[in-house]
């Protein structure tokens, strides 16, 4: 989901946060880029406080994370504390978060001059340099503020959901055992087909190119019925009851899965998560001369002069897809699917998600080129091609 959320004030930014990160963080700093004209919210960045606030190593860790936003093109920096500490009486934990504070002051202010600081503590929110006890009590503003701003219920509205951890937002939850058995067996049977044994069945006798082409006609079927599902929930309908909420079932998912095991399967899933694309996708799953249409459309994901942002109409119906594949894969063969995702987060602008798929994705399979590939770029710190286009 994307939302284009301008800082018209701390309670809106504060309230936004969590969900852009997709959990409510805890002992965390937040840098928050605001790019011009208007303060539109960009880049948000979160680091653990322990980490920002070592003294070997937190200055250059709090320098990097402002180098991101810089080139994201953040004109302002927020900070943001998540924290139990007492900032305000002091003690121990309160001077390991003040020295991560000082730490990210120490990067931003040279470059984007004074930073605001705000804290979220489970007793409430409130400016750290503040001293009015009328503008910020001494236990905080109320946290149900946070929940009751315009941007909080239009969060709530749109059907967003707060995990309680970032363990807990990242994580792809396991199918139930027979749903994952049933994925299994018709994964399987995919297998023995492209090697030219299995039961015989519908696919019996088809050639490698139309097993691709009935790949990519149920990886399209099945991203149409979760687009779907969300456009009723959107409108307010009650979804007809199915399976996986707005997701095929399990025989299908296991089908996607070894489908998507073929490089020319998973270019032509990649591909249609570009707009504009035309037919581009059938005629990769066919084979043929596609490298150069291949190369624009990926273009168009990382080249800053080509950069399109992406289409969460598109792209959200395409995630929920692999992630429930991801679900019901035997472990060992979903490092496609997880690269995919992993491509999804990064174009998004979310490298802590990004990077959660790649590892998954690089623990199964060490040599997967397209993970290589997308590790690189997130460990240079590239932003997708649209994010530096606009800067």
Known sequence: MTTLIRAQGPREL?????????????????????????????????????????L?????????????????????????????????????????????????????????????????????????????????????????????????????????????SREEALRIPRAGADERRRAARAARRVRDRARGGGPTDAWAGLDPVARRVESLAEWNAAVARAAQHERDRAG??????????????????????????????????????????????DHTVRGGDVDAGTARAIASIVDPATGLAPDPAVTGPARAVLEAVVAHAPRGSTAPALTLLALIAWWHGDGGRAGRRLDEALAEDPTYRLALLLSSALDAGVPPGWIRADV
Request: glycine share 10%.
């Open 236 to 281: 307010g309908q009650a979804p007809q009851a199915q399976t996986g909420a707005g997701l095929p079932p399990a025989t299908v998912l296991g089908r996607l899965a070894a489908g998507l095991e073929a490089v020319p399967v998973r270019d032509a899933v990649l591909v249609s998560l570009v707009p504009a694309t035309g037919d581009l996708a």
């Open 14 to 54: 504060l309230a936004f946060v969590p969900y852009r990160l997709g959990y409510r963080p805890q002992d965390s700093v937040v840098l928050v880029g605001l790019r011009p004209p208007r303060g539109r919210i960009g880049l948000v960045v979160r680091v653990d406080v322990t980490d920002v606030a070592d």
């Open 56 to 164: 070997e190593h937190g200055p250059q860790l709090a320098r990097s994370v402002v180098g991101h936003l810089a080139a994201d093109g953040a004109e302002r920096v927020v900070l943001v504390v998540y924290t139990d500490a007492p900032l305000r009486s002091g003690g121990a934990e309160a001077a390991v978060a003040r020295a991560a504070v000082e730490h990210c002051r120490e990067a931003v202010e040279p470059h984007h001059g004074p930073v605001d600081v705000w804290v979220v503590a489970p007793s409430g929110w409130y400016a750290l340099d503040c001293v009015e006890d009328e503008c910020c009590p001494p236990g905080g503003r109320p946290l149900r503020e946070l929940e009751s701003s315009e941007v909080g219920a239009h969060m709530v509205l749109a059907g967003a959901a707060l995990a309680d």
